[in-house]
């Protein structure tokens, strides 16, 4: 099972998983569509856009239970994206876990296998 994961506030997510779907956060909703990494691109990416933001968490999320909804696209130097048109199912949610802040702003992934 090929996994792509969501970096989202732990509130966002607590109200996403009350919903049933995430519809997305608000980059997701400007842009049109839900933002993911594969396992190589979730540190870069939580680096670049979550930087300093405490009470995070990383979802790691089935990607073939989105079917043709996930789109993979070119973003960050031309490597492909996995996006998502429309909501995210909370079914389709492998786990959840914190995503823990180091003292410099930066995330500590050691306790989270990607």
């Not at 856009?49 to 089935?62: C, M, P, S, T, Y």
């Not at 993979?72 to 429309?86: C, I, K, N, Q, V």
Request: charge should be negative; charged fraction near 25%.
């Amino acid at each position: 099972m090929p996994l792509i994961y969501k970096i989202a506030s732990a509130k966002l997510w607590r109200e996403a998983e009350s919903q049933g779907r995430f519809d997305g956060a608000p980059i997701d909703l400007k842009d049109g569509y839900i933002h993911f990494s594969t396992a190589e691109q979730a540190p870069e990416t939580v680096a670049l856009h979550f930087k300093g933001q405490d009470d995070l968490v990383i979802a790691a999320i089935d990607a073939e239970k989105l079917k043709d909804n996930l789109k993979w696209e070119p973003s960050r130097g031309g490597s492909l994206f996995p996006h998502l048109y429309g909501a995210l199912p909370i079914k389709a949610v492998i786990w959840v876990k914190p995503l823990p802040m180091n003292a410099d702003g930066s995330h500590d992934f050691s306790g989270i296998d990607l």
